[in-house]
């Protein structure tokens, strides 16, 4: 089985800067350089032959590239306890209509279509039961605001559980102009 999803990687300057934020709050969980994505669909685990279908109706998608920016932090919680810290990523539009691209070339090919809002992020921490007191650190990276950077591709990559979390594997690069490369060996 492979467990998958599609995101963007920001890049290394931009990745460079939220490792840099990483710090200062009891109990987060990290991520590592490795881990940095902006994930614009989760799909979970499939088997080769729907991976293979994954990947070639990923290929048949085009969008006409466009600039982000990592702006603000923030907080997702489930029933009241925080488990994620979160940098943010505007303008939310065009990632919006990626995410429907992407979503609808998934539904296809026989998967359910995203249930979720898609609010754009790239997540920077995780927690286990408790989360850490993450007002200072909420407070001191508010007025995160870096430079823009060119989303012209997003990636397929499976997600392999290890006993430090997750390890992300790139499947196939998608251009913005339909060119792919997909691979799954």
């Known amino acids: 089985m492979h467990r998958l999803f599609v995101a963007i990687r920001p890049p290394a300057d931009q990745r460079a800067h939220l490792l840099s934020l990483m710090d200062g709050v009891d109990g987060a969980?990290?991520?590592?350089?490795?881990?940095?994505?902006l994930t614009l669909r989760f799909i979970g685990a499939v088997d080769r032959?729907?991976?293979n279908d994954i990947a070639d109706a990923l290929g048949a998608i085009r969008f006409a590239p466009f600039d982000v920016h990592l702006t603000?932090?923030?907080?997702?919680?489930?029933?009241?306890?925080?488990?994620t810290?979160?940098?943010?990523?505007?303008?939310?539009?065009?990632?919006?209509?990626?995410?429907?691209?992407?979503d609808r070339a998934c539904v296809s090919i026989g998967l359910s279509p995203e249930s979720r809002a898609y609010l754009p992020?790239?997540?920077?921490?995780?927690?286990?039961?408790?989360g850490g007191l993450i007002d200072p650190f909420l407070?001191?990276?508010?007025?995160?605001?870096?430079?823009?950077?060119?989303?012209?591709?997003?990636?397929?990559?499976?997600?392999?559980?290890?006993?430090?979390?997750?390890?992300?594997?790139?499947?196939?690069?998608?251009?913005?102009?339909?060119?792919?490369?997909?691979?799954?060996?």
């Open 29 to 37: 969980r990290w991520q590592s350089d490795d881990q940095l994505h």
């Open 49 to 51: 032959h729907r991976a």
């Open 72 to 83: 603000g932090v923030g907080a997702f919680d489930r029933k009241g306890v925080v488990d």
């Open 85 to 102: 810290l979160w940098a943010g990523v505007k303008p939310r539009d065009p990632l919006a209509a990626l995410h429907r691209k992407i």
């Open 121 to 130: 992020h790239v997540t920077l921490a995780r927690f286990g039961r408790s």
């Open 139 to 185: 407070a001191r990276h508010a007025a995160l605001n870096r430079a823009p950077f060119r989303v012209d591709r997003f990636t397929l990559f499976e997600s392999r559980l290890g006993q430090q979390g997750a390890i992300y594997h790139a499947i196939a690069d998608y251009l913005a102009n339909g060119a792919a490369r997909p691979s799954l060996d």
